[in-house]
């Protein structure tokens, strides 16, 4: 089994070489914006100008910021937008990154990628009505705020049933024989607590004498509190954890390792960070979405308000490319049967804890069999 060692320092290697050729333009602030008021293009047209502000887990997540981060430079290749990046360390530091992007007025759209920022921009919105704004992950109500908002029950639902299938599925030898999985949470909030219930849903659909423990990291960068978290989970008989935690996952995918046990993946493919224990990755197109917005700057189209994304709307997806464990071809099958199922409508998720039982008992056939 490869180490986690070997394999983090290449990654970290190849994302800092990535970062220094395709990032020419882009710098990172740490304090306040360079003063300056947009370039030109040649043909004298103003260049599109972004300030993003990751959230806490900072860039090299393998995760949710690379993908804002790398959408933004997919933008930059296609449209020739600019942009500049900072990187708060904690939520506290959320409100002064957004005074000073919006102070230097010369950003045309300050975008936030974390849903800890969502107070500190409802405070600061409204007072600087000319700038457009939008964040990730959460909703605020405000005329120059766009609201990317997911359906944070999707992706974890996919990867929930693909564990409720796997956990004592013989393809997965160092399975145990109980049906047990968890779900390693990056804070302890509605919307990451929606995810978990996705996740339970998922894995009782596929089998209803399921097991799901729910851990909770507190941070999404803190692999160590996660690699913790995970052990417990393990040695308290979950076979598989799926990640909703940013650049923590790391900690459990090493925990996973030293369990001899099974890990699943979230936002980006994860699998070869760990493909002798990663099973498969639930992935989100905000690349994409992020290169959307930016279009919608130069052709005069945006507008705040809320953009929806789901299964629905093809947002999320599971892929099993890069790992080493080889999932059976009627068990994909079966996931992509109920991803279908939602995005079609003829399955809709549960909204809470209460419903669960009943709804997993109503929609029975989708229930996995051999």
């Not at 008021?37 to 910021?65: A, C, P, R, W, Y």
């Not at 959408?71 to 990154?97: H, R, T």
């Not at 919006?102 to 990628?113: K, P």
């Not at 905000?286 to 189209?301: E, N, P, R």
Request: some cysteine.
């Amino acid at each position: 089994m490869k180490t986690m060692k070997h394999v983090l320092a290449l990654l970290l290697a190849l994302t800092l070489v990535c970062t220094l050729l395709a990032g020419c333009g882009t710098k990172k602030i740490e304090t306040d914006p360079a003063t300056q008021t947009g370039t030109q293009s040649e043909s004298g047209e103003k260049t599109v100008k972004i300030g993003l502000i990751v959230g806490t887990g900072g860039l090299g997540d393998q995760n949710f910021n690379d993908l804002a981060y790398n959408g933004l430079l997919e933008a930059q290749k296609l449209y020739g937008i600019e942009f500049d990046y900072s990187e708060p360390q904690s939520a506290s530091d959320y409100a002064s990154y957004i005074t000073q992007y919006a102070e230097d007025g010369s950003y045309d759209l300050i975008m936030l990628n974390a849903s800890e920022a969502e107070s500190a921009l409802e405070e600061l919105a409204p007072k600087y009505p000319d700038q457009k704004f939008s964040i990730i992950d959460t909703m605020v109500d405000c005329e120059n705020v766009m609201s990317i908002v997911k359906d944070f029950r999707d992706y974890p639902f996919l990867g929930g049933y693909l564990a409720g299938i796997m956990t004592t599925h013989p393809a997965l030898q160092n399975a145990n024989p109980e049906a047990n999985v968890g779900i390693s949470l990056g804070v302890d909030s509605e919307l990451f607590q929606s995810g978990a219930l996705g996740y339970k849903a998922g894995a009782m659909l596929a089998n209803p004498e399921t097991v799901v423990q729910v851990g909770i990291v507190g941070s999404f960068a803190d692999p160590a509190t996660a690699k913790e978290s995970a052990k417990m989970m393990y040695d308290n008989g979950a076979d598989i954890i799926m990640n909703l935690n940013g650049g923590s996952s790391l900690g459990v995918f090493n925990q996973a390792e030293e369990s001899n046990l099974y890990s699943i993946g979230v936002a980006t493919n994860q699998n070869p960070i760990a493909p002798d224990v990663i099973i498969g990755s639930c992935t989100e197109n905000l690349g994409g979405a992020v290169v959307d917005i930016c279009k919608q700057l130069i052709d005069g189209t945006w507008k705040g308000g809320v953009m929806e994304v789901s299964i629905s709307t093809g947002y999320f997806d599971i892929v099993y490319d890069g790992s080493n464990l080889e999932i059976p071809q009627d068990v994909k099958d079966a996931v992509a049967a109920v991803r279908d199922a939602v995005k079609d409508g003829t399955l809709t998720l549960p909204t809470s804890e209460d419903e669960l039982e009943s709804w997993v008992a109503e929609h029975s056939n989708f229930r996995y069999t051999k």
